[in-house]
């Protein structure tokens, strides 16, 4: 009797054994394979703007995608209209002034070009030369070119204390001037052979300025 108790014991011993491994097997296993997780809910990404303002005698807001090809939205009013001119008046040379601000909502760098030549029989004797207020190379975008063939993307600097290519966002229209904008200066004089080429009189010469922004 005492042998089978001690068998029926050890037998319900290993069960009960056996149930209790198969628990913590099944019971350990699984929550190893569950993964946590939170989640917040409601965020957002809004893209920021990105448009400056070409301030002449009236202000010009820039478009975005293609570079304008005629009149309408992006083109602004001529900064230079030159009449008149011969060796013998004080017309030449003329300057004009454009004022840029990048007034969107991104950090944006800037470049200047003139994508297509200019026209009309006086261009080739006449040169442009472009400056802004701060002293040294960025200063000068152009040194003096002869108005005649397109002149390449060239980037310019802000008016910042220390000029930067990277303007700052917010501006203001028609400031022209600090970490937001920069002011350009134009100026158109005779070249050499104005003087005595007399196919030029009666000539006129026009050019497009074309402003790029790019965020940066």
Not at 156 to 182: E, H, Q
Request: glycine residues 12%; proline residues 6%.
């Amino acid at each position: 009797m005492e042998d089978r108790r001690s068998k029926r014991s050890l037998r319900v011993a290993l069960v009960l054994a056996a149930a209790v491994a198969g628990t913590a097997l099944v019971g350990w296993g699984g929550l190893a394979a569950w993964s946590a997780y939170t989640e917040n809910a409601g965020n957002s990404v809004a893209a920021g703007t990105l448009v400056h303002n070409n301030y002449v005698a009236s202000n010009c807001t820039s478009v975005i995608g293609v570079a304008p090809t005629g009149a309408g939205p992006g083109w602004c009013s001529a900064f230079m209209t030159i009449t008149g001119a011969d060796p013998a008046n004080s017309v030449l040379p003329a300057t004009g002034v454009v004022k840029i601000d990048n007034t969107g909502t991104l950090n944006s760098t800037f470049s200047m070009s003139m994508p297509a030549a200019p026209s009309g029989g006086l261009c080739a004797d006449l040169t442009l030369k472009v400056t802004d207020p701060d002293a040294g190379a960025p200063g000068t975008p152009y040194a003096a070119t002869a108005l005649s063939t397109t002149m390449g993307a060239t980037s310019i600097d802000n008016n910042a204390g220390t000029p930067s290519p990277t303007w700052s966002p917010n501006g203001t229209a028609g400031n022209g001037a600090g970490a937001t904008g920069n002011t350009f200066t134009f100026t158109v004089a005779a070249g050499g052979s104005f003087a005595t080429n007399y196919a030029d009189q009666g000539q006129s010469c026009s050019f497009s300025i074309l402003f790029t922004q790019t965020a940066a």
